[in-house]
């Protein structure tokens, strides 16, 4: 079994899950716990693929079953979670590419007040709109582009 250590970044908490549903499919969830293990198959009798140690990593849901979904990490790795371990709570995304500044107007005009690394996680403020999106990130906000952030806008 590997152990799926992402970028370090800034990690958040994440509340209580929602029972995650098929209509409506993709869409985006967030992970709950610590610790959270993706299996080849939607059952606790299938191998674990990996384990992932970031609570608020953001995934894709691409199908659910039976208390079970089907997701995509931001690698491109997919399987199976169960439901109680992702939540739809807590919208983040992640950080990727080059390191992405943190902008104090929403049209990503006025001064960079940060800068956030590639693997950082981001709680996403409501939606994004006109390429930017507002963040939170370890209690500091501020707008960046939505092309710097994995799991913003439509999955």
């Known amino acids: 079994m ?4 992402l970028a370090p970044g800034l990690m958040l908490a994440v509340p209580a899950t929602r029972a995650a549903d098929t ?6 969830v967030s992970l709950r716990n610590g610790e959270t293990n993706m299996r080849v198959g939607p059952g606790r009798d299938y191998r674990i693929n990996w384990t992932y140690k970031r ?8 199908r659910s079953m039976e208390g079970w979904v089907l997701v995509e990490d931001p690698d491109g790795a997919r399987g199976w979670m169960l439901t109680q371990f992702v939540t739809h709570k807590a919208h983040t995304a992640l950080v990727h590419g080059a390191v992405a500044e943190i902008r ?7 001064r960079v007040m940060w800068r956030a ?3 950082a996680i981001a709680r996403l403020l409501g939606e994004c709109s006109s390429g ?18 994995w799991g913003a806008g439509a999955p």
């Not at 608020?56 to 849901?61: A, F, I, R, S, T």
């Not at 104090?104 to 006025?110: A, F, I, P, T």
């Not at 990130?137 to 501020?142: L, N, V, Y």
């Open 2 to 5: 590997r152990t799926a250590l």
């Open 23 to 28: 209509d409506g499919v993709p869409f985006w």
């Open 55 to 62: 609570p608020g990593l953001p995934m894709k849901v691409l």
């Open 104 to 110: 104090e107007n929403r049209d990503g005009s006025g």
């Open 117 to 119: 690394q590639p693997g």
């Open 132 to 149: 930017w999106c507002k963040v939170d990130i370890d209690g500091r906000q501020g707008f960046m582009a939505a092309t710097s952030l």
